[in-house]
Structure formats: C-alpha cells, structure tokens
C-alpha cells in the first residue's frame, strides 16, 4: 500500500546499495511512496530489472560492491562531500544483533557486520565533526540492528523514512539506542 508523501523526504535522493533484497524490494518503493528520488543499486542485473520495475521514477545502477574500485567510486559520487555538507544527509545500514553475542558458527558473518557498524560509527563521527568545524547541522549515520530481518521489512522502511522527520528524528533515534520498537522488539542501534 503506497505511504502518503512525506515533506521530510520528498525530492531527496536516496541511494540504497543492496537495494536487490527483501528489505531493498520494500524500501525502495517505500522511498518513491514518500516523494523520495531513488537508486537502488546491486550487481544481479535481473534483481536490479525486477526492483526497477516497481519504483517507477526510480534508477537502478549495477555496482558490485566486492569490487574496491567500483565501491570507492559509488561511494565517493553517493555521499562523502554531498553528505557532509547537507543538512538532511542520512546514511543507514542493517545489522545483526549476533554482533553483540557471536556463535561460533556465525563468527565471520558477526564480524563482517561489526566491521561495518565500525565504519559507519566512524563516518558518524566525521559527520558531527565536520558540523562542528563548520558551525553546520550535522547529517546521520545510524545502524539498524535486528536479531532476523525476514518479516520486518516494512518496519524497516518506516523506521528509515523517520530518519528525515524533525518532528520525530529525536523518538526515533532514542528508539533506536534503546528499545528497538520501530522493529518490533529487535534491538537498533545508532
């Protein structure tokens, strides 16, 4: 069901690496719903036509993000500058609660994950550091934390899309720190 357009996203850009998953299938559109321009990036041309087709206005672009320098190119055109210098910059990626508590069978998934969540912390902290060098507004970069994420996708795409709401950026990102309830009961992360 679409979502009423959101003033707080509305004409900003979200691009969505991965964006050929479950959780990218129902972001994306979500995204487009809210007023959001989108590129959904990914590197199986055939889940890239398929989420294609249901973000009308949207763009797909194949990237494959094993690859350093299509990744670093991505990245570098997506969000460094652009980033920093806006005030609506959000950056977000899931994770997984194993990262708290890895098994032993899932030690190299837990560490790829945390690794991540290292790095976004990392360009969080350059966010709040450029605002303050700047006398600037900081941009977001939060992490998502969920214990298994088939089945939350939609809360997924909700909780996403508060990123941009000022009247609810403040609940969100508490929720996010403590209870996880934009997930229902799975714990999130900033």
Known sequence: MPQPQSPAVRGHLIV??????????IVAPASIDAGARVVVVGNDDIKLQRVGDSIPGGLTER??????????????QAF????????AGRTAIVSSTSVLRPLAGGANYAAVKAASGAWRRAVGQGFTKFARDTG????LAVILRVRALLGLERPLADAFLALWDEATIEETLRAIETTGEPLSNNRLEQ
């Open 16 to 25: 969505i690496a991965g964006g050929t998953s479950e959780a990218g299938s």
């Open 63 to 76: 990237v494959d993000l094993s690859d350093e320098d299509e990744t670093f190119s991505l990245a570098h």
């Open 80 to 87: 460094d500058e652009d980033l920093r210098l806006s005030n």
């Open 136 to 139: 600037s507004t900081s941009s």
